[in-house]
């Protein structure tokens, strides 16, 4: 069949998204129900292991995430300020879970809750962004960083 006779609406798969999970949010009773859910996910203890103590710091993850395009999920809330260079620098997209103190049964409802929202955020926005995510899994803000500064566009 050539390109031309190809009938209408049949393209590419839409290619699924590749995050990473923060070391701030490893546990099992996160990681196995992302997969189930269909996530791509990469997590901080398959790249160093399920060391306690140990802690690559955060623009290292952020370099790496951007070197492999993957979309870094985090509770660190101080990476959208403190990191922002870092963030603009690798070019990524990062999810954040606001409050992460309600456990990792928890985290992993509201990201897959969430999931379908932030690709479609992910899809409509440049990157490098930040998407904050709610105890309830909707998402409450993007902030675009930009050469020239951030941007945030609340979300309803």
Known sequence: ???????????????????????????????????????????YWDDYGRVIRQ????????????????VLITSDGRLEYTYAI????AGIGVVLLVRNNDGA???ARRLIAAKETI??????HRKPLLIRVA??????QIRLYR??????????
């Open 1 to 43: 069949m050539s390109k031309q006779s190809k009938p209408i609406g049949t393209g590419k798969r839409p290619r699924k998204v590749p995050y990473y999970l923060d070391r701030n949010l490893c546990s099992d009773d996160t990681i196995d129900p992302l997969r189930a859910a269909g996530f791509r996910l990469t997590t």
């Open 55 to 70: 802690s690559i710091p955060d623009p290292s993850i952020i370099a790496v995430c951007g070197e492999r395009k993957q």
């Open 86 to 89: 870092d963030i603009l620098n």
């Open 105 to 107: 049964r928890s985290w």
């Open 119 to 124: 690709e479609e955020k992910l899809a409509a």
């Open 135 to 140: 105890l309830d899994g909707t998402l409450t």
């Open 147 to 156: 050469k020239k500064g951030s941007r945030v566009i609340s979300v309803h």
